[in-house]
């Protein structure tokens, strides 16, 4: 019998709260599991930004990436390192790199998911690229704007194809607005949306390999309050219905991290799913609060699975079993019930469920124990001090902190699903 250690690596920019609290309880956890005739553990470190050689190889068996998406000398040495030494990686960074908000749009419209009706508009400029003239002048045609807008409704929400953090988004009512946002979107590729209007309820569900949270959202709200503290908002029929839904986009898009935003249509009960192409979902206790410590296990526990089992590492996406079943004449909820279960086969629910049980029983004890320390408040300290100016770090700190020992205080705290 042998001891062997597996390598997790963080590819990190700006986090700060997460990776201490991450690498603090994988520390406490100190694990050594039996796996096929040897013990295993595991070793974390953070992946530096260097110069490299295409055919050197990678020390780590799965890295935690949150660079892929802006940063491309990391997203390429991800690619590399997938290719040639199966790396296993969260997420995928090719489905991060084609898979925007449009692209993710159309294929949950296959699916048959009631994403609002969509129309993607030419740009107001452009960069004057040699091409660009003639090309414009022979195919570019005149469109009148309005009257898109009046085919799909108001009110309506323009906002990028591939847009994030809010940025260019804006709500329409009439006319005037619609020209107004129009003419400020400059080089933006816009989506014109209908909106769901009114809704009555918002929610986040976060996923992780096959876990997922429900958190409720309110938009309307400073930062630090738009993740609720609500929990059991949720009929049992729905509470499934947005975890089946999420389950399906991420395995759908080989994405073992995203977060789903769908909102409930008033008066109807109907959900819509708006933005679930978010391959580096807000991971900060600064936003998340009482839920911070489930995102922590649920990342311990998925990484661990992945890098003890050394899980493959899906490279190419297969999406025809989903579209066979969008094919049928099966009601849309029976249709999505079988999406997930592709799903949960292909996140290996239950070698998960029971790995978790045999070899990671406990980290609820542990994690509820590390979440009290002075190193855990410090973790919340450092993340408040990147973000707030001097004057607010003690009252914000004290305030997610309290937040983090009321979810202490609860039965999720002490177990519960793992999926
Ligand atoms: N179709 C819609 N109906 C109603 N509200 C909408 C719709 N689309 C967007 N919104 C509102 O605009 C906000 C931002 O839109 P969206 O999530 O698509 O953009 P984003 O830039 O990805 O934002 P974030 O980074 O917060 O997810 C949503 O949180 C919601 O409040
Ligand atoms: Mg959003």
Redesign the pocket.
């Known amino acids: 019998m042998a001891h062997q250690v597996r390598k997790i690596g963080l590819s990190l920019g700006a986090d700060v709260c997460w990776p201490l609290c991450y690498e603090g309880l994988m520390d406490k956890l100190a694990l050594s599991i039996p796996w096929q005739g040897d013990t295993v553990g595991i070793a974390v470190d953070r992946v530096t930004i260097e110069p490299f050689d295409l055919r050197q190889g990678c020390r780590y068996d799965v890295v935690l990436d949150r660079l892929t998406h802006w940063y491309h000398l990391s997203r390429e040495w991800i690619k590399k390192a997938i290719l040639m030494d199966d790396l296993y990686v969260l997420n995928n960074p090719w489905a991060v790199q084609s898979m925007e908000?449009h692209t993710s749009y159309a294929a949950m419209m296959r699916l048959g998911m009631p994403v609002?009706e969509t129309w993607l508009l030419p740009p107001k400029q452009y960069e004057p690229l040699p091409d660009l003239p003639i090309t414009l002048k022979r195919y570019a045609k005149l469109f009148d704007l309005p009257s898109v807008a009046k085919k799909l409704g108001y009110?309506?929400?323009m906002?990028?194809y591939d847009?994030?953090?809010?940025?260019?988004?804006s709500?329409i009512d009439d006319e005037q607005r619609l020209k107004k946002s129009y003419e400020e979107s400059g080089k933006f590729v816009m989506h014109l949306?209908?909106?769901?209007?009114p809704?009555d309820s918002?929610v986040r569900c976060i996923g992780f390999g096959p876990q997922t949270y429900l958190v409720r959202?309110d938009?309307e709200v400073p930062l630090h309050d738009r993740y609720t503290m609500d929990r059991n908002f949720l009929t049992p029929e729905e509470d499934l219905l947005l975890r089946e839904q999420t389950l399906t986009i991420n395995s759908f898009f080989g994405w073992d991290f995203n977060?789903c935003?769908s909102?409930r249509l008033a008066g109807v009960g109907s959900w819509?799913p708006?933005?679930f192409a978010?391959a580096c979902p807000d991971s900060q206790v600064t936003s998340l609060h009482m839920h911070f410590p489930w995102l922590v296990k649920a990342k311990l526990r998925w990484s661990i699975f992945c890098a003890v089992t050394k899980r493959p590492f899906r490279k190419t996406l297969d999406w025809q079993p989903f579209f066979d079943i969008a094919a049928t004449d099966a009601p849309y909820r029976e249709k999505l019930t079988a999406y997930a279960n592709i799903a949960r086969a292909r996140f290996d629910v239950d070698r998960f469920v029971e790995f978790c049980e045999t070899h990671l029983g406990h980290l609820d004890e542990v994690a509820w124990e590390f979440f009290g320390t002075a190193q855990a408040k410090d973790a919340v300290r450092q993340k408040v001090a990147a973000l707030y100016p001097a004057h607010e770090i003690e009252p914000f700190t004290e305030l997610f902190w309290s937040r983090v020992q009321h979810w202490r205080g609860s039965d999720e705290a002490k177990g519960g699903r793992i999926v």
């Open positions: 908000k609002p009110p309506l929400f906002k990028p847009g994030g953090g809010w940025k260019g988004v709500r949306q209908k909106a769901v209007d809704f918002f959202y938009p977060s935003e909102l819509h708006i933005d978010n």
